[in-house]
């Protein structure tokens, strides 16, 4: 069974950083993937970043260049380091792995297997 647990969400004002991490258990795939993924309120969940186990990433439009996705083996733990924050980022986001990697839908949410609870983040302008 794969378990993810997020934490480093919180409140920030735009230009703001955070890192939010996700702690991974349970998971002994070599051809999967782990991502970020945000809701916000009243829209649907979006693929933020991706990383494949082969260590490729795939990143939104939206935090190209702001964003790094990034995970420390040793310790089990993805995480996302996000810079330059904008009010817009503000969103539940959420880890996701999958056993299997796909680079034309990484960023599709619908075809990850294993959630985690999310973690708030809140950027004020």
């Known amino acids: 069974q794969v378990e993810l647990v997020e934490s480093g969400g919180g409140s920030v004002q735009a230009g703001g950083s955070l890192r939010l991490s996700c702690v991974i258990s349970?998971?002994?795939?070599?051809?999967?993937?782990m991502g970020w993924f945000r809701q916000a309120p009243g829209k649907e969940r979006e693929g933020v970043a991706v990383?494949?186990?082969?260590?490729?990433?795939t990143y939104a439009d939206s935090v190209k260049g702001r964003f790094t996705i990034s995970k420390d083996n040793d310790k089990n733990t993805l995480y996302l380091e996000m810079n330059s924050l904008k009010p817009e980022d503000t969103a539940m986001y959420s880890c996701?792995?999958?056993?299997?990697?796909?680079?034309?839908?990484?960023?599709?949410?619908?075809?990850?297997?294993?959630w985690g609870q999310g973690t708030q983040v809140t950027v004020s302008s």
């Open positions: 349970g998971y002994t795939y070599s051809n999967g993937c």
């Open positions: 990383l494949a186990d082969a260590g490729s990433t």
């Open positions: 996701a792995a999958d056993p299997w990697y796909s680079d034309y839908d990484a960023l599709n949410f619908r075809r990850y297997s294993y």
